[in-house]
């Protein structure tokens, strides 16, 4: 019972990439999803959270204006759509599941769980 990150890779600074989130062994339609990074070094980062619905979603300011949210149920994934990328996105990203979205939450990493492996992001220069 885990979700999976894909989709990462190797992208040249101000390239874009469309990350995916697959629920196993769950649905996820009830849950808030919340994409997660943590570069080398750094402490973990709430980089963008979705409501069970896909009504309501939030935006670390890091990637505010550069980053969409989206989930399709049907489907049980979540998707995180990343422009104009910079150096200092480069990051390990990750999903994980929580009962709300809120920034608070998403900030402090708090009610999250499911985390699975996570998927390389590198935005080169």
């Known amino acids: 019972v885990q979700l999976q990150a894909s989709g990462g890779g190797l992208v040249q600074d101000g390239g874009s990439l469309r990350l995916s989130c697959a629920a196993s062994?769950?649905?996820?339609?009830?849950?808030?999803i919340g994409w997660f990074r943590q570069a080398p070094g750094k402490e973990r980062e709430g980089v963008s959270c979705?409501?069970?619905?896909?009504?309501?979603?939030g935006y670390a300011d890091s990637v505010e204006g550069r980053a969409t949210i989206s989930r399709d149920n049907a489907k049980n994934s979540v998707y995180l759509r990343m422009n104009s990328l910079k150096p200092e996105d480069t990051a390990v990203y990750y999903c994980?599941?929580?009962?709300?979205?809120?920034?608070?939450?998403?900030?402090?990493?708090?009610?999250?769980?499911?985390w699975g492996q996570g998927t390389l992001v590198t935005v080169s220069s």
């Open positions: 062994g769950f649905t996820l339609e009830y849950y808030a």
């Open positions: 994980a599941a929580a009962p709300i979205c809120t920034l608070a939450t998403l900030e402090r990493g708090q009610m999250y769980s499911k």
């Open positions: 979705i409501s069970p619905s896909g009504d309501t979603a």
